[in-house]
Structures are given as C-alpha cells and as structure tokens.
C-alpha cells in the first residue's frame, strides 16, 4: 500500500553539514524500513518528508563535478567565510546562501512513482508553476536539469538564458534525498566564485532581481510545496 502522506520540516537558516546529517539519518531510517519489510515479509509503511531550509555560505561539488570549477582556494574560502563540501548528489558545483529556497525531499519513490526522470521532471514543473504564479516565465533548457528563464530583463540588465532553480538528488532502493535550490533573495555575487554547475557562458538569477523587489521567502517555499503537494499527489501533515 502506497503512503502518500509527507512530513514537513522547515528547519529555517541551518548550517550545511548539520542539515545533511539529518538528511542521511531520515534517508537511512527510511531504507531500514524497507529493508526490514523486505526480510520479514511486512507492510510497514514507509515515511516521507519534505525539507525547507537556507544556508550559510557554502559551495557543494557533486559526484559528477569537477574541482577546478571552484574558483577559490582555501585561503580564499576562509577569507570570505564560506563553506566548501563535496557531497554524494548528481550535479557539478553549486552555491547555497541567505535568501535562496532550499528543498530537500526524502521520498520513498515506491509510495508514488518508480521513474527518477519523472521525479526531476516534477521538481522542475512544480518551480515552473510556482514562478509562473510571481508573474516569472520558467522553463527548461535541453541538455541541462533545474529551471531557467529565457528573453531580457532591461531593468536588470539581464539577457539570453539565466539559471534560476539548480537541483541535483540521489537515490537508493528508490529513497531521494537532496533536491533543489531556488534563488529567492540571493546575493548572485557568491556565484562568480564558481562555474555554476560545471556550464561555462551561462549566467544565474534571481526571483528578486527579475521582479526587482525583496520576496518573503516563506511565501514563496509555501507556493512551492503547495504545486509539490499537487503534482505528486501528497497529503501533507
């Protein structure tokens, strides 16, 4: 029987390494359910959550990344006061920081659908929609996972395509963990440090500087999980 109830937590400005801790405990709590059913024949249903959050200034390098695309040596990191992890997620470098939307969810994709690229698919639709209702035009680039933004904003001196939602996710016997990372109120100073995601000649933005005002972030994450909670068809606790 599928358990399509999702937990929330929204564990507000917390520091990367503590945040993921708590990701790969729930993550493994919810793997040892699964495997325990599998041994003793039981029907124990599986949990899941849905993680909110912001960071502190840090630059996380996935499996598939490459280090120079950090442009900071360590001197460098620590003179400016940002963190530096490589983590077990699909992806090349990123950043996370203040005013940017982070959202972990740790699934288990047996409860809704076994099909990872229909899982990034909706990560992707619900961020879509969710700028679509702040009067943002979000899309996908070929090629490229996270959402992006097409056309010029003169105000902001913004053209061509800009990168606005970066996600990058893992997932074992079916339970994902990591997720993705909106840019709400990002300083997009942090990302000239990096090669964002490993793509070179792509530029970033963000909600704020496309609409030129200041977002309260909670509204915006409470936007996002309403269009999560729809397209995976979720009952949230």
């Not at 702040?134 to 056309?151: A, P």
């Not at 606005?164 to 997720?179: L, Q």
Request: aromatic share 8%; with cysteine.
């Amino acid at each position: 029987m599928q358990n399509k109830k999702v937990n929330i937590i929204d564990l507000g400005l917390i520091d990367y390494q503590e945040a993921w801790d708590f990701q790969e405990k729930l993550f493994a709590e919810t793997v040892a359910v699964k495997l325990a059913n599998r041994k003793n024949n039981t029907k124990e249903p599986t949990p899941n959550y849905l993680m909110t959050c912001q960071h502190p200034h840090v630059y996380t390098l996935g499996r598939s990344g490459k280090e120079e695309h950090l442009l900071l040596d360590k001197e460098g990191l620590d003179a400016n006061e940002i963190s530096f992890y490589k983590i077990n997620r699909g992806g090349d470098i990123t950043y996370h920081g203040p005013g940017q939307l982070v959202v972990y969810p740790i699934l288990d994709l047996d409860n809704f659908f076994t099909d990872i690229h229909k899982f990034l698919r909706l990560l992707e639709e619900a961020v879509i929609k969710t700028l679509k209702d702040y009067g943002i035009k979000g899309g996908r680039s070929e090629g490229f996972t996270g959402v992006w933004l097409e056309g010029e904003n003169t105000q902001a001196l913004m053209f061509g395509e800009r990168k606005i939602c970066a996600m990058g996710v893992k997932a074992s016997r079916w339970v994902t963990m990591h997720g993705l990372a909106l840019n709400v109120n990002t300083d997009l100073a942090y990302f000239g440090n990096i090669v964002p995601c490993g793509i070179q000649e792509k530029a970033v933005t963000s909600m704020h500087l496309e609409l030129g005002k200041t977002l309260e972030l909670g509204a915006v994450a409470s936007v996002l999980k309403g269009h999560l909670a729809k397209l995976f068809e979720m009952e949230i606790l």
